[in-house]
Each structure stands twice: as C-alpha cells, then as structure tokens.
C-alpha cells in the first residue's frame, strides 16, 4: 500500500458519517482521501515532532501524506466538491481508513466541545456558530452525535442515521442517540457488546487523559468511534484481544506492539514536516515513500473489534498558557457517561432475558 495506489481509482468513501461531502477512498478502501486546511496539516506534522503531542499519535489516523487530487482523478468520476477542489488546486490529505481492518464498520462520528468556531471566524459566523451550539447538544455536554452507521444483520444492510438527527434531539436523548449505535438486537452475544463497550470506554478514557495533559483548542474536532458489526468477525478479534496482556490493547500496549516496526508512526509524522506549505511543494512522490515507509507497520495491525480516532484538526492550534480544552474534556466525560449507560442499560436486557 502507498500513495502510488492512488494513481489508480478513486471513488466515493461510503464509511464517511459526518462532514463535508466528498471524502474520497482508493479501490481497496485502505486509505481515505479528504479536503483539508493548511491548518489540520500542519497539526499532523506538529504531532509528529511536538514532543507535548507524542501521547496522542496512538489515537490519530495514521497520516500516510498529502496529494493534489489534480490529474490524479484523470479519467474517473468524481463528486462536484472534488471537482470543485480540482479546480481551485486545492490539496488533500490521505489518512489510514479507520475502519478499513472492519468487516461490517459500525461508524459514530461525535463532535466534540462547546465552542464551535475558532479565532479567526468573523463576528457574524461566532454568533451564529453560538447559537447553533446553544440550540444543540453541543453547548451543554459538548458533544453533538454528527452521523453514525450501523449494520442491520436481520435487514442485512446499513442504518443511517444523517446529521439532521443529532442537531435536532436534545441532550436529554442522547442516550437513545447511543443505544442507535449499540442497538441491542445487532449482537445475539451479549457478552461482546459489552466487551466492545469496554474497549471503547478504556480508548475514550486514555485520549481524555492525555487532553488533560495537553494545552490546545480544538474546535470541531470529533472522536470517530468504530466497532464490527459482523458477530462473527467481532467474536474472532475481541478472543484474540483477551491473550493480550491486561485485557485489552490499550494504546500503550499498542505503542509496544508498534515497536517492533521501529517507530514507523512518528518517522512518517517527521517526514510529514517538509511538506508543509512553504516547504519543498510538490510532495506527491515524497508521499507515496512516506507512506510506504509507514504501510509495513500499518498491515501488522491487530484489529481489535473496535478502534477510538481522534479526528478533524482543520481548527486545532496548540494553547500554551490557555490551559486544557475545557468543551473537549467536558465532551469526552459525556461520552463516558453515555457508554456507562448504554452498558447498565445492555445489563438489564440481558437479566430481563435470562429471567423469561
Ligand atoms: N481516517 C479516517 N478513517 C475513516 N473515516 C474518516 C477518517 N477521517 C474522516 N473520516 C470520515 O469523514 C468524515 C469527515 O471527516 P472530517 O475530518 O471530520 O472532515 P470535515 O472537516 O468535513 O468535518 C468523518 O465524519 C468520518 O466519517
Ligand atoms: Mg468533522
């Protein structure tokens, strides 16, 4: 797998549950290609060289480079934003597909914080983007449910729950929103939803406590939680989670387990670096050694039944002095709430079950 692969076809990435329309994937799904800001590339090469960042590079998507999708799109069929993007030369970045290693990906992309624009919006925009805070989710429990997917193994296909659901209920319905991502009758097991659960709160826990650590804004970024939808699959990687030390892969262990390919992350993330704007341009080749330098590690990666992202740093900007991300933080507890509820709640079908 390298940037090379994307000479081939492109086409529309159907595992994206939130955002700008248009984030594209190559043919075998392994990577995703999205609009981005000089802004959210220049925070990947920060995380690659910012030793403050170092924690948090386990729970970003891997960043395999950037690309002009200009020619690269050549002769394929594509969306009117990248067209769009063509046009106006805009570049790119190809991260790893968080949910490539899935085989059914139930997908939940959580808007985090309570602050949804940043320094440089006008005053018009901060007021608006106040007031569509206030009158979501957002303001009070800093997040808001921006879409999710889920697989329906009894209609064998996918529920879609769009954008226009999570700014519409209010924070009293989230906890439906969450049982919506972890519906009951998707797993006949219930032992392994909780055990996903586990998982993803042990993630969820691990990335606040490094935010807490952190003195950084993050405006519209978003935790982007997978889990496998297929029971099977989901029972094959989850046993294979529990030989792992201490119940489970934590981003340290994975850290350690990473060590074998030496260091192949943050070699990548530093290499990231001349390819900022104002350095060398044309990184298109430099990507695809990038990323071949990185794809070796990246296919020795255990999948896990679940994988915990941060992602969206188009208005991220370290924040000495200022302090944690207070909006961020109080997001991420919510989230834990709501994954405690939503495992109280799975506990007590499953007694209600074994009672009839
Ligand atoms: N690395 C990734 N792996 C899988 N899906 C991703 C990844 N990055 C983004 N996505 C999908 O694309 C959507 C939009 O990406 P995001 O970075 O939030 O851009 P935007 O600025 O448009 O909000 C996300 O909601 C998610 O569904
Ligand atoms: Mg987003």
Redesign the pocket.
Known sequence: MSLQGISGKTIP?D??????AG?MTVEDGSM?I??SLPK?RAFYALLGTHEALAPLRDYV?EYMGQIKLTGVTEGVEVGHEVLQEIASGKESIV??????EFKKPN?L?IKLGTVLYDESANEEKQARMIETARKTTSLESGVRL??FKVWDPSKNDYEQTPKSYGKSIKVSQLPEGMAKFFPAASIQDRGLLNAVIDGIIGEVQEIKEIFEKVEMRMV???L?I?WEGDEEALKASLSATEELPEGGLTGKHKAEAAAAAPAAAERALNEVEVELPGGKGAAEEESAETSSSLSTSSSKKLSLGYAV?M????HTRLAPGEGPDKGVLLGMETTLKLLEGRKAELAVVAEDAGAA
Not at 15 to 20: L, S, W
Not at 95 to 100: F, I, Q
């Open positions: 990435f595992g994206q549950v939130g955002g700008h984030v995703i999205k609009d959210e998507p991260l790893r597909n968080v949910a490539y997908i992309d921006t879409g519209g970024g978003s982007l997978v992202k992602i969206d740093f188009a």
